[in-house]
């Protein structure tokens, strides 16, 4: 398996300011990493696939100048919620996967909370 | 349609019931599928992943039918620390998981 690090596993924040949530993979090399949003009660969603060394690749109707991902190693890939609003309060987590079609190593998530 | 649709539940067993949990997916082309289990705030666990033929793991049994689009979970002699929410995940091109359905085991 895969060990992913994610910090913070909570912050609160006031509303129109930046936050950022960092993902280490520890023990892999990770090209490609995922960054997921659940609101409770609901499924995890994909927001975005983060690249290293490239653009991070974005699903529909996630803004990706609000969701800012920088994948600069592959042990690191970084969400920055910019602008934060109360509607933005969730549930971040990330993860990677060791392989084509294989499971999904999660980080511990991240609970953000815009007052 | 749903992706994967799953029903939210609750489940209120007594230790040592047997529960199942059922799953459906629109995707036809998926290829690999996944039980995953999440306590309240926190992440994802995966419990068990799921192949044709089926597969056992101590109290869990997992099965999948293709021709259906149909996962599903048995867990045998509940205890009380298999309380939680159980994510049904499937992958195709990417995952996709279901709202998951909870689990609650009484005394």
């Known amino acids: 398996g895969a060990v992913v690090s994610q910090h913070p596993s909570w912050v609160i924040c006031k509303s129109g300011t930046s936050v950022k949530i960092e993902c280490r993979s520890l023990d892999f090399q990770a090209t490609t990493m995922f960054w997921y949003r659940q609101f409770p009660k609901q499924s995890l969603m994909l927001m975005a696939t983060s690249n290293e060394g490239s653009k991070a690749t974005y699903e529909q109707g996630v803004e990706k100048d609000k969701f800012l991902i920088n994948h600069a190693s592959l042990t690191l890939s970084t969400l920055t919620v910019t602008s934060a609003h109360p509607e933005d309060s969730s549930f971040y987590i990330c993860?990677?996967?060791?392989?084509?079609?294989?499971?999904?190593?999660f980080g511990q998530g991240t609970r953000l909370t815009v007052v | 349609r749903k992706e994967v649709e799953q029903d939210p539940g609750p489940f209120n067993v007594p230790e040592g019931a047997t529960v199942a949990f059922n799953c459906t997916y629109s995707n036809s082309a998926s290829q690999s599928f996944f039980w995953y289990r999440q306590d309240c705030r926190k992440e994802p666990k995966l419990l068990m992943s799921?192949?044709?033929s089926g597969n056992e793991d101590g109290r869990f049994t997992a099965q999948l039918n293709r021709a259906s689009q149909y996962i599903s979970l048995l867990i045998r002699d509940s205890k009380l620390s298999d309380s939680a929410t159980y994510l049904c995940v499937v992958n195709g091109d990417k995952l996709i998981f279901g709202t998951g359905t909870r689990l609650q085991v009484f005394p």
């Open positions: 799921v192949y044709s």
């Open positions: 993860s990677l996967e060791t392989g084509e079609n294989t499971e999904a190593f």
